[in-house]
């Protein structure tokens, strides 16, 4: 089955200690994604990538940090979490050539 | 600076009834509009997209019509069901001057159906 697959779905952490949320797609795209999405804020995007060792600043990237060194995965990282960083991530992926993206399910954190 | 205007932000329809969901855009350099679906617990998923070169698209009892001059875009959705309740974003999309495709979302429609 063609998907973007996101772990963990659920995290709750303290302030200051590292995460890392991964995300794996199995279709060979191009393009992938991160966006946290807030009630009232919609969808906005943090980082992106066009491909392989190309990555570039959504905007609203401060905080996070991303890496995509195998085409199909495309960790985010968040090096001190901080409360502001609790939502909703979502990570998605598109062909390049295509407008439509994927989703993944999402990862709720929440930093206490 | 919200790019793309999204109403109302709730919905509440009957069985039956016509659900309708407007978005406006301001920059002309938009040239894909599509609508994603989105249900508790997942992510969004694309439902149904248009080109400004035509007015309306239509699948199955999803309709998008598309108004250029006004800048104007709609998604219908006819005999609305119980399953259709979740939340609908708008976005569109351009090439900015980076050669990069981006897509600027609405801010979401959360439509109930009632039985």
């Known amino acids: 089955e063609a998907q973007v697959t996101q772990n963990p779905r659920y995290l709750i952490t303290v302030t200051g200690k590292k995460l890392t949320v991964t995300c794996s797609q199995n279709m060979n795209h191009e393009y992938m994604s991160w966006y946290r999405q807030d009630p009232g804020l919609g969808l906005r995007q943090i980082y992106y990538?066009?491909?392989?060792?190309?990555?570039d600043k959504g905007d609203v990237p401060e905080g996070y940090k991303v890496s995509r060194k195998e085409k199909r995965n495309f960790p985010l990282i968040l090096e001190s979490p901080s409360p502001n960083q609790t939502s909703l991530y979502f990570c998605a992926s598109r062909t390049g050539g295509a407008y439509g993206y994927t989703f993944g399910s999402g990862t709720r954190l929440t930093v206490v | 600076q919200q790019q793309v205007k999204q109403s109302p932000q709730s919905l509440i329809v009957q069985k039956g009834g016509i659900s309708i969901i407007n978005c406006a855009y301001e920059n002309t350099a938009f040239d894909y509009f599509p609508w994603y679906q989105q249900f508790p617990g997942k992510g969004p998923a694309l439902l149904i997209a248009?080109?400004?070169d035509v007015s309306e698209k239509k699948e199955g009892r999803f309709t998008i019509s598309f108004n250029k001059s006004a800048k104007q875009f709609s998604l219908h959705i006819m005999d609305s069901q119980p399953g259709d309740s979740a939340t609908y974003f708008c976005a569109a999309s351009m090439t900015d001057a980076g050669n990069n495709r981006k897509l600027i979302w609405g801010l979401g429609t959360s439509l109930a159906v009632n039985p």
């Open positions: 248009i080109r400004p």
């Open positions: 990538s066009m491909n392989v060792e190309v990555t």
